[in-house]
């Protein structure tokens, strides 16, 4: 009989498993379901209290990306590692975050429930209209003004949770973002340059 090999997986993720296992830390969300992060990820936790578009951490600076309106006021920033350490993000939010381990076969896809949906649908509704109200505003130009740049990371850092960098899951009949940090980063990054 022939003996089975085991095969040897290339890593395509900075997610491990261990037994089956997956070690993820919750993130609180205002206005959508709390993210869920592999927990290998964070770099760092730190109390700030204040809205920030870019966090200086290691003498590095970091793109910040908010999971609390700006009316809100927040008390954490967590330095997430990206593919480069040009890619590298933070998240600025509020209240504890927890870890916790979740077995592989408890997560299940689902869909956004409804009250996350509408949210969305209203802040994108919000977007538009206030895009159109500045584009009304400004005669023609040429190149991007600090308006249009506005407005373009505002879409993105509202409540697009209906997006395709997103994907619910659902744990003992909890409602979870597994957001993909790497477009994020890459979308964090290309607004800033």
Request: hydrophobic letters at 40%; zero cysteines.
């Amino acid at each position: 009989m022939k003996q089975i090999m085991k095969h040897s997986f290339e890593a395509v993720s900075l997610l491990t498993t261990s037994k089956g296992m997956l070690e993820v830390t919750v993130i609180p969300a205002l206005n959508q379901p709390d993210w869920i992060i592999p927990s290998s990820l964070i770099l760092s936790v730190d109390a700030y209290d204040e809205h920030i578009l870019t966090y200086l951490w290691q003498q590095q600076e970091v793109a910040v990306f908010h999971l609390v309106p700006d009316d809100q006021q927040v008390d954490t920033i967590i330095v997430l590692e990206g593919n480069t350490v040009a890619h590298r993000l933070a998240l600025q939010t509020a209240g504890e975050i927890r870890q916790m381990q979740v077995r592989i076969s408890d997560v299940e896809d689902a869909e956004l429930p409804d009250v996350y949906r509408q949210q969305a649908q209203s802040n994108s509704a919000a977007i538009h209209s206030s895009e159109e109200g500045s584009q009304h505003q400004q005669s023609a130009s040429d190149g991007f003004n600090d308006t249009e740049l506005e407005v373009t990371a505002n879409r993105f850092r509202e409540n697009v949770v209906t997006s395709y960098m997103f994907q619910t899951v659902m744990i003992d009949n909890v409602h979870y973002l597994v957001p993909d940090l790497d477009k994020i980063a890459h979308q964090l990054v290309d607004l800033d340059s």
